[in-house]
């Protein structure tokens, strides 16, 4: 504004002049109007500012996109991803190698080994039906009470058969390769979900104790677990920016992959509802919705038309000798096992059950740092093999893919140092003793 004070200093000098006495009382005017002026911007500026920071609570609750300062991924986050990956897979893979000297391998026509020896430990258990669906495809006899490929979901075994195909390379060889190479793409988006959410620190904290969970062993194995990851933590971060037409792509992959991934029509609902009230919005939540249940739908209606009945993959699950459930309550379920626990080669049941009391305690603290749909996402995934399962079997490797419960953990750990190291030291302990079970077909989940 000093500009209008030079007119002023030359006038000043002919004080005596009515005409410059006239100039110089209108310039103090519009130099006084000016500066108001410049005061009345400055004002509305801070205005703006103050009022964008008391909106964003309000966006996050529905009303437009939410606001997030996360910084976005740089080259020393990729390294951190990479190294945890790294230092995550060597454990398991030393583990392994060495578990015959710790660890019996039972004897029975039901063990068979791979032809490949150095993809043999990675191949026990469910690796053996999905690698018969990517081999020969599916096929059901009629008799739901016999254990059968039928079973299992198709999108991951189907892909396998597709990287073979496509690069001629073994099927055993294409599953490890993706499923590795998935679980890499999921550690990367839940630390860029959980930097946008809450903050780096949280996210480093959360991907760490991730990479490291007892049941992580099976993100490299030929099981479905780094597919259901990876779509569900990408699904997850678009229904939250209200990409929702791009979150319905990826929970569609993540419902063809294994059931839980119908789950994620609870962020879909809680994030999309408040949409409805906008046209365009309201068809973008409408098509999400279609295509997250694409994936099971897809699976329903090719039982329909293969076997006539588009159930019938529920059916050998609940009927199948050996894997025969029945619905119950969840903590009632919990309860009745508890008390038998250490019997036979299901002893990481304290495990399942230790874990699965673990995520739903995690849960309970989320409502207070971030949205509700996390915690209702990972009770309800907890609850739900417990629905259809007559014992707690496996529940380590399934709330495996529960990503909000490490997160849960992570945002424990800003005011607690010790806790995420503690963590991290009875997680590798663990992951050591399933990887080494596992190597010797003793069940692990």
């Known amino acids: 504004m000093t500009f209008l004070a030079l007119p002023l200093f030359n006038m000043s000098q002919n004080a005596d002049c009515p005409t410059c006495q006239r100039l ?24 703006l500012l103050r009022g964008r920071r008391e909106t964003a609570p309000l966006l ?13 991924i740089g080259t020393r986050e990729v390294v951190f991803i990479f190294l945890v990956f790294f230092l995550s897979r060597v454990v398991i893979f030393s583990a392994m190698t060495v578990s015959p000297r710790f660890i019996t391998r ?78 890499l793409v999921g550690l990367a988006a839940l ?51 209200q990409r929702f037409v791009q979150g319905g792509i990826w929970a569609g992959l993540a419902s063809a992959t294994r059931a839980p991934g119908i789950l994620l029509f609870v962020p879909l609902v809680l994030e999309g509802f408040p949409c409805l009230k906008e046209r365009r919005m309201r068809w973008h939540v409408i098509a999400a919705g279609l295509l997250a249940a694409s994936g099971l739908g897809g699976f329903m209606l090719y039982q329909w038309i293969a076997f006539g009945d588009p159930l019938v993959s529920f059916k050998v699950q609940q009927h199948a000798l050996g894997w025969r459930g029945e619905l119950a309550l969840p903590f009632k379920r919990i309860a009745e ?25 995690l849960a309970c603290t989320l409502p207070s740092h971030l949205p509700r749909s996390y915690a209702l996402y990972t009770i309800l995934g907890v609850a739900l093999p417990l629905f259809a399962q007559n ?55």
Not at 60 to 72: A, E, F, L, T, V
Request: a positive charge; aromatic letters at 16%.
């Open 391 to 445: 014992n707690t079997g496996g529940l380590t490797r399934y709330v495996n893919v529960l990503f909000p419960g490490f997160m849960a953990l992570g945002i424990i750990g800003r005011n607690s140092r010790s806790i995420p190291w503690v963590c991290l030291a009875f997680f590798i302990v663990v992951l050591v003793y399933f990887s080494m079970r596992f190597a010797q077909w003793r069940w692990v989940g």
């Open 24 to 47: 110089q009382a209108e310039s103090k005017a519009v130099q006084s109007k000016a500066e108001e002026a410049w005061a009345r911007i400055v004002a509305l500026k801070a205005k």
């Open 191 to 241: 630390y860029a979900l959980i930097t946008w959410e809450i903050g780096s620190d949280v996210a480093r904290s959360a991907t760490l104790l991730l990479a490291f969970f007892p049941a992580s062993l099976f993100f490299s194995t030929m099981y479905p677990e780094s597919f259901l990851l990876a779509f569900s933590v990408l699904a997850y971060a678009a229904f939250r920016k």
């Open 106 to 183: 039972p004897t029975g026509p039901n063990f068979w080994d791979l032809g490949t020896p150095v993809l043999r430990p990675l191949f026990r258990w469910d690796a053996g039906w999905y690698l018969r669906i990517a081999e020969k495809g599916y096929s059901y006899n009629g008799n739901p009470r016999q254990q059968q490929t039928i079973a299992f979901f198709p999108l991951y075994p189907l892909t396998c058969r597709l990287c073979r195909a496509v690069t001629g390379i073994s099927i055993p060889l294409c599953a490890v390769l993706l499923s590795n190479l998935a679980f």
């Open 337 to 361: 096992v508890y008390g038998d626990i250490f019997r036979g080669q299901h002893a990481p049941a304290p495990f399942d059950i230790l874990f699965a009391v673990m995520f739903i305690a």
């Open 60 to 72: 996050d609750q529905g009303h437009g996109p939410p606001i997030r300062n996360g910084r976005s």
